[in-house]
């Protein structure tokens, strides 16, 4: 079974571990989706704009701001 996704799917990655990120990044780029990294939940604040719409997915234990 094949499942497509709208071309602006985004999926927002939050974790300090950056071998996290970069692992998910790329499981979600192999099933075409759009993802964006950050290394902390300051710096997605800072970065997001609301439109297009996504999903984040978030480390619950970070320094500073928690997920």
């Known amino acids: ?3 497509t996704f709208p071309t602006n799917t ?16 790329w499981l979600l780029e192999s099933v075409s989706l759009v993802a964006k990294t950050y290394p ?15 999903c984040i997915i978030t480390d619950v234990r970070m320094p500073g701001m928690s997920g």
């Open 10 to 25: 985004r999926v927002y990655v939050i974790d300090d571990d950056q071998a996290v990120r970069e692992s998910l990044k």
């Open 1 to 3: 079974m094949s499942t």
């Open 40 to 54: 902390s939940a300051q710096d997605f604040l800072d970065d997001f704009d609301a439109q297009p719409g996504g």
